[in-house]
């Protein structure tokens, strides 16, 4: 299962790439698709001459950008085999690592999850992310996988299980770690992207960390809670420290403007923060009310089989319904 976006100087190489792993194998039937999300450039032109010629290339493309969280996914419940690999389209994912995730699936491991040990990338940025894992595991109170982007092999019975989970704007590295199925890692050094440049920005790199820790943390908001108790506690101490100056040196002592302006700025900035991480989780809150759909499709390509339906929230009223008329 491969997301695109722009990416028509890559797929093609990237379908070559994945064709010759997949006949060097030998042994498994296999579907290759591909989840556009509106590209701009000739990516749907591209990737339907590769189809009109290789009946294993299927396409989905979307009615518009739905975004870097939710068009993967949805290609995701949409695959139909035994196991599924995601990989991207910018041959940042080494294909040739498919071969590897097969045998330590056959050797019985639902999950082979790929981590990046280095990139050629800028390392800046690497470093930054390393970090930001990092700091999520700290935060989290379940084991997640540092470096991993989900690029991997999933079993069947994991498909199944990430279906169970009714979120709107799914975190898919959190449901991987929260599943718990038997894993095992392979390491890769991450190459140079080559042709093209990167989809991610400022904002959706913001997007995937705040994501990340919404979904798997509440230690944010308890924070916020024992900031406000330091921030007391630090006021009131000023307080009396002012209060006991002030007796002691009556006639000299002179407050002035600045620590008042700084005292104040300083617990505005603390409002601001603590209004920040809560309009977070209310933000996570409001999209999984609005329960959307993952995706609009345009059109498909090369399916013999009908879409998956998108998982339903039932409300409560509707649960009691059925189970007062239930279906004989």
């Known amino acids: 299962m491969t997301p695109c976006y722009n990416e028509e100087e890559n797929v093609e190489e990237l379908y070559e790439r994945v064709r010759a792993v997949m006949l060097k194998i030998d042994r498994y039937k296999y579907e290759h698709i591909f989840i556009d999300n509106n590209s701009r450039d000739r990516t749907v032109a591209v990737l339907k001459r590769i189809a009109s010629r290789d009946h294993n290339v299927k396409i989905i493309v979307n009615a518009r950008n739905f975004g870097h969280i939710r068009s993967p996914y949805h290609a995701f419940l949409q695959t139909s085999g035994d196991a599924v690999i995601g990989i991207v389209a910018d041959l940042q994912d080494p294909p040739e690592l498919i071969e590897q995730m097969i045998a330590k699936w056959e050797e019985g491991y639902s999950m082979v999850l790929c981590l990046k040990t280095a990139s050629r990338e800028n390392r800046l940025m690497f470093w930054i992310r390393t970090q930001y894992y990092r700091f999520v595991q700290r935060l989290s109170e379940i084991e997640t996988f540092e470096n991993f982007t989900g690029f991997g092999l999933y079993d069947r019975k994991v498909v199944e299980a990430v279906k169970l989970f009714p979120d709107a704007y799914p975190y898919f590295r959190g449901m991987i770690a929260e599943i718990g ?148």
């Not at 190459?191 to 904002?203: A, E, L, Q, S």
């Not at 997007?207 to 506690?233: E, H, Q, W, Y």
Request: a positive charge; one cysteine or more.
């Open 181 to 328: 199925l038997p894993y095992c890692t392979l390491q890769f050094e991450q190459p140079r992207r080559i042709r093209g440049i990167t989809k991610n920005n400022f904002y959706t790199l913001y997007d995937m960390a705040m994501l990340g820790i919404t979904n798997l943390s509440k230690v944010p908001l308890r924070a916020v809670t024992f900031l406000g108790f330091a921030c007391s506690l630090l006021s009131i101490l000023v307080a009396l420290s002012y209060l006991a100056y002030k007796l002691i040196y009556w006639r000299n002592f002179e407050l002035g403007m600045a620590p008042l302006v700084i005292g104040l700025f300083f617990l505005g900035s603390v409002q601001l923060v603590s209004m920040g991480i809560l309009g977070e989780y209310i933000g996570a809150i409001h999209t999984q009310v609005l329960k959307r759909p993952y995706v609009i499709e345009k059109e498909r390509v090369n399916f013999e089989y009908p879409p998956s339906e998108p998982f339903r929230i039932f409300d409560r009223s509707e649960v009691e319904i059925e189970q007062n008329n239930p279906v004989t």
